[in-house]
């Protein structure tokens, strides 16, 4: 059973950074992409930014230059470092993961729970 846990979130005032952490769990046979997702309360899910397993790296035009993604592929977690916040950079903050499970034979999408981060004006 492959899990994604999330960690970093919370409350901070525009301007200031947070760190976000994802950490795969479980059989896993290879990972492909690492991602993060963002979505407000009513809102869609929307993409934030995403690696893929050669290092390649694509954001969200309204985020880029802000926040950085990176990967530590060993420990099988993916970083979201996001400064300086916005107010509207108010969501939650989901974690995603295209990969392969042990015992399968092909990719699937995987999600975290989620999470919450505020940004006060």
């Known amino acids: 059973q492959v899990q994604l846990v999330e960690s970093g979130g919370g409350f901070v005032q525009a301007g200031g950074s947070l760190r976000l952490s994802c950490t795969a769990s479980g059989s896993i046979f290879s990972i492909y992409i690492m991602g993060w997702y963002r979505q407000v309360s009513g809102g869609q899910r929307e993409l934030v930014a995403t690696?893929?397993?050669?290092?390649?790296?694509d954001y969200a035009g309204s985020v880029k230059g802000r926040f950085t993604i990176s990967r530590d592929i060993a420990k099988r977690t993916v970083y979201l470092q996001m400064n300086p916040l916005k107010p509207e950079d108010t969501a939650v903050y989901y974690c995603?993961?295209?990969?392969?499970?042990?015992?399968?034979?092909?990719?699937?999408?995987?999600w975290g729970k989620g999470t919450l981060v505020t940004v006060s004006s």
């Open positions: 995603y993961m295209n990969l392969r499970a042990l015992g399968t034979f092909r990719d699937m999408d995987y």
């Open positions: 690696i893929t397993s050669g290092g390649t790296t």
